[in-house]
């Protein structure tokens, strides 16, 4: 069945670092494959997002590439900020069916 | 537009009740989704709805239940509630076209 695995956190970077989440996943069509952001005490709102392959989801100095060949989908960001402390999640989801969450990647930046 | 509102936010219940939790959702949105999440499992996806009818059923027992009303509000019930049962509950809606779905802030239920 259709999976995603995420890196195991917590991930703690100074500010201004870059940042690389790792997300892969297992599916037997062609998923679409999303990034979402999880705020201490908040649900999770959507980071971005990717339909195909090759595709570049990017938002707010975020990016992730639609890798089909290696089935990852990993999290970038140049430089990262206190303010973009947050659990991260990857998910996937094909067709109509439900979505597949990885666990979640805890991220702290300081100062 | 408003966002994704579910009520309560914060419930306390022992261990063999039953508990409702609602979400209402995006105006114009009809799907809606529910997850458990936990610190050990990560978010668990409990079922989907769309236009009343579920769509979609992850691996929880029957003492897990939904449905889905004509205006998209949609409500899940948890009978004899088990001290595991204890979590965030998120919902999600979406337009059921684009994929793409929104949280709502969760309601967290503490099972004592």
């Known amino acids: 069945g259709d999976s995603v695995t995420q890196m195991e956190g917590p991930v703690t970077l100074s500010e201004e670092a870059f940042l690389t989440i790792n997300c892969t996943y297992t599916?037997?069509?062609?998923?679409?494959l999303f990034w979402y952001v999880q705020y201490p005490g908040e649900g999770l709102q959507l980071l971005l997002k990717a339909t195909k392959a090759d595709d570049k989801g990017s938002n707010k100095g975020f990016e992730a590439t639609y890798r089909k060949e290696t089935t990852s989908f990993h999290l970038e960001k140049g430089s990262v900020q206190v303010s973009d402390s947050a659990v991260y999640f990857c998910?996937?989801?094909?067709?109509?069916?439900?979505?597949?969450f990885g666990t979640g990647t805890s991220l702290t930046v300081i100062p | 537009k408003a966002g994704v509102t579910q009520t309560p936010r914060y419930l306390i219940k022992t261990r063999g009740q039953q508990v409702t939790l609602s979400c209402s959702p995006i105006s114009g949105h009809r799907s809606v989704s529910w997850y458990q999440q936990t610190p050990g499992q990560g978010l668990q996806f409990l079922f989907e709805?769309?236009?009343?009818?579920?769509?979609n059923k992850g691996n929880f027992p029957g003492r897990f239940s939904g449905r889905q009303f004509s205006n998209s509000r949609s409500e899940m019930n948890v009978s004899t509630l088990e001290l595991g049962d204890s979590a965030l509950y998120l919902c999600?809606?979406?337009?059921?076209?684009?994929?793409?779905?929104?949280f709502g802030p969760g309601t967290r239920l503490t099972v004592t």
């Open positions: 599916a037997t069509g062609y998923p679409s």
């Open positions: 998910a996937l989801r094909e067709g109509g069916n439900q979505f597949y």
């Open positions: 999600a809606t979406g337009d059921g076209a684009s994929y793409e779905q929104y």
């Open positions: 709805y769309f236009s009343e009818t579920q769509r």
